[in-house]
């Protein structure tokens, strides 16, 4: 697809193992409820790219508008720019790569899956996580509520490789710290009931 001029809601709800290439910017919500198929975007996505996807591939070779890769449950999504605010937002499963910075509130809600950001994050990253894993390159300006500094083992270097290598990247494992969730939050504590 060429000159798609920012058009919304393109290559949308795909569930077949096919090659799509779109050449320029897209609008909002590209390549969203993907499933098996592989997604190459040449320019810039807006909002929601790659939302809701299932499995495949979405590669972005330019930046990312807020929320890509919001609520995924599966598959790879690569961005070779920035990524906006709430990268990863509620992700249940996908596997994300963003080659320079993320906006704020990224990973926020990040139930399952694993974010690498190879440049800087915004404050509040990973606010209220769960299980999900994340691997930064460059500074966090601060991490949201529940979210800790964890150590780096031999298992999450392998992995962080293996992401890398997917996206097509040649940066160093050992150059990137992970966070993940201090596991506060999971459990009612009835003492807070009627905290206001």
């Known amino acids: 697809m060429v000159h798609p001029d920012g058009a919304h809601a393109l290559a949308v709800g795909l569930t077949e193992p096919i090659a799509v ?9 590209a ?18 790219v790659a939302e809701n996807m299932m ?6 070779a330019g930046g990312a508008s807020q929320s890509a890769g919001a609520t995924a449950h599966g598959g790879l999504l690569v961005i070779d720019g920035d990524a ?4 990863g937002i509620s992700m249940k499963g996908v596997d994300i790569v963003v080659g320079g910075d993320v906006g704020h509130m990224s990973a926020f809600m990040a139930q399952a899956g694993t974010l690498v ?34 150590p780096m083992r ?31 939050l ?10 206001s």
């Open 186 to 195: 999971y459990n009612f504590h009835v003492d807070n009931a009627f905290a």
């Open 117 to 150: 950001v190879c440049g800087d994050a915004g404050d509040g990253l990973g606010d209220s996580i769960y299980e999900a894993r994340l691997y930064v390159k460059g500074e966090v300006a601060s991490l949201g509520a529940d979210c800790v500094a964890k």
């Open 31 to 48: 390549a969203g409820m993907n499933e098996q198929a592989a997604v190459e975007i040449t320019g810039n996505a807006g909002v929601g």
């Open 84 to 87: 906006a605010a709430r990268c």
């Open 154 to 184: 031999p298992e999450h270097l392998k992995e962080l490789a293996r992401l890398l290598q997917a996206a097509g990247r040649t940066d160093d494992p050992s150059d990137f710290r992970r966070y993940g969730s201090a596991r506060q």
């Open 21 to 29: 290439r779109i050449e320029g910017h897209v609008g909002y919500f």
């Open 55 to 60: 499995s495949g591939r979405v590669h972005v």
